[in-house]
């Protein structure tokens, strides 16, 4: 008796079947994926339709053109003033894609009782070029999720995520370092037209004519 064997077709059929249960188990989305990762049913035409799923990535960039420079936060011990310890803030700067820093633009600081808005460049000499301070307190203050800070633009529009700010309640922690960095370049402002003085309408000019004589005619 000849033993049973697979034609091509049959063949097929099965590898695809265990290809399209592995696929529909291993493949499929799972809670906690990364969510810049979908997955999408793709039907091979001429084929079984078994659907399986392949990751597409359909977004990959912040949402918003600055994010915090890696390593931000950093705590360090006071060293713009004389206070010591006796003071405790949040500075830092803004960089661009090129790496200089970028002044006039607005960080927001709220929470613990504080909603305040300075502009990089107006910080002291002592962090450089396009710094900025944010005084909090005059002692150092352990906190969770109580000081949040955001990049913003002179005409309000949001440059970055808002980011909450962990601190601590000891003298070598009391100054946080918040740096932001570019990661795209930023859409130009639309300028504001510049006032035009209202214009009188002109008269409308009049041509006289000469004075010609009436022809007369010679017999």
Not at 129 to 156: A, F, K, M, V, W
Not at 178 to 185: E, P
Not at 206 to 216: D, K, Q, R
């Amino acid at each position: 008796m000849s033993k049973p064997h697979l034609t091509s077709w049959g063949m097929f059929l099965l590898l695809c079947t265990a290809g399209i249960a592995f696929l529909d188990g291993a493949a499929k989305p799972a809670a906690g994926d990364d969510p810049h990762i979908s997955y999408l049913p793709v039907i091979v035409q001429n084929r079984p339709p078994y659907p399986y799923y392949l990751p597409v990535v359909v977004q990959n960039r912040p949402r918003y053109p600055y994010v915090l420079q890696p390593g931000s936060p950093t705590y360090l011990s006071n060293f713009l003033n004389t206070a010591g310890c006796n003071w405790f803030g949040i500075v830092g700067r803004a960089f661009g894609l090129d790496g200089n820093p970028v002044i006039n633009l607005t960080v927001h600081l709220e929470g613990g009782g504080i909603n305040t808005d300075v502009l990089t460049g107006t910080g002291p000499s002592a962090l450089g070029p396009g710094g900025y301070e944010i005084t909090i307190s005059d002692h150092p203050i352990d906190t969770t999720d109580t000081y949040r800070i955001q990049l913003r633009n002179n005409s309000g529009n949001l440059l970055s995520d808002i980011y909450s700010i962990r601190t601590y309640g000891d003298c070598p922690r009391n100054l946080v370092l918040v740096n932001f960095v570019a990661t795209r370049s930023l859409p130009m402002d639309t300028p504001t037209p510049a006032p035009t003085l209202p214009t009188q309408a002109s008269p409308t000019p009049t041509f006289a004519l000469p004075n010609t004589p009436t022809p007369t005619h010679v017999p």
